[in-house]
């Protein structure tokens, strides 16, 4: 990994000597003509693959019309994607934001403007699992609580107390008089794709209703379909009272998004929150146009069917290859293989069989498909997954 090829690009990206020029569906075309099979998804974003014609024909309308015009002023399109999405869901109310980041700093403040306008403002500490990943403000790293992520920014933000994932013991003696709420990701993506059980879930939401606590879900990368349905509380019987997307919601256009229930927003008032960007026009016009496509029937069955299919073919591969991959996570096409290997060295690997992936904690490699995936590209990329393990294998005999 290097930087070298771009010298003016502020150096905290560790970038692969390897650049795309365009992309169609689930592939990617590299600068030399090569062809990639891309189960990144530019890290769960391109839910839709690359230049789907219904986001280029969304995208091409709606540049010929209005790009920006700032939330002073109404937003139509900007209200019926609202509507959209609270017909959807659990929430009331909607905020348009710019990306993941932004999207979890509007919900941190409003759980604390919730309990401030309840006349407790001393109630503002949020309950937050090692292995998460909230984004890299300073108060989504303090959310995170990653000591790699907050070192050399100074004191981190006050108001984040974290604990073991899982343990609801843990959480009971976290609870105390400043407590506001709980933050939780239904499955931790960058945190090695571990899954919260609906059980423990369900304990979080009986604790927060029983001590008048916000329960805040970051479905940031959970989010748009990729678990198999719109978002992952769907498919797990718990509602928050606040959300969190980002990522796939434009389908590669930058849009972030906050929902909340009516009581959770009750505190935020006109001057309380705002964003220059959040809900432009050319934004909103994508993120409808995902909607339009996601609600389509049978889009989340073919998600679940892939889901099916890739898991089976994994399981298949680490009988084989027990000795470079050991085990299979996740839902949906929010997918992990846990490395016997260093997990760089199985993304490298794949990488040179033309199979995009990305790391992610716990020594996993995120498998991460678009949601239109092929059964012939699942196929295709488990060969590649093979050939990458008979190569890594062979250089583990040669080595000892």
Sequence with gaps: MTNRAAPHLLPVFARSDLGFERGEG??????????YLDFTSGVAVNALGHAHPALVSALQEQATKLWHMSNLFQSPDGERLAARLCNESFADFVFFCNS???ALECVIKVVRRYHAAKGHPDRYRMITFEGAFHGRTLATLAATGSAKYLEGFGPPMEG?????????DAVKKAIG????????????????????????????RQLC?????????DEVQTGMGRTGD??????????PDVMSLAKALGGGFPIGACLATAEAASGMTPGSHGSTFGGNPLAISAANAVLDVMLKPGFFDHVQRMSLLLKQKLASVIDRHGDIVSEVRGEGLLIGIKAVVPSGDLVAALREE????????????????PLIVTEAEIEDSVGRLERACTVLSGNKRAAS
């Design 26 to 35: 689930c592939w990617l075309i590299a600068t030399n003509g090569e062809r």
């Design 100 to 102: 993941g980041a932004e």
């Design 160 to 168: 984040f107390d974290q604990v073991a994932h899982g343990d609801l």
């Design 177 to 204: 008089p400043q407590t506001a709420g709980i933050l939780i990701e239904p499955i931790q993506g960058e945190g090695g794709v571990r899954s919260a059980t609906p059980a423990f879930l369900k304990a979080l």
């Design 209 to 217: 209703d029983e001590r008048r606590l916000l329960l805040a879900f």
């Design 230 to 239: 719109l978002f992952a509380y769907r498919r797990l019987g718990v509602e």
């Design 354 to 369: 033309k199979l995009l992936t990305v790391g992610a904690g716990d020594n996993v490699v995120r498998f991460l498909p």
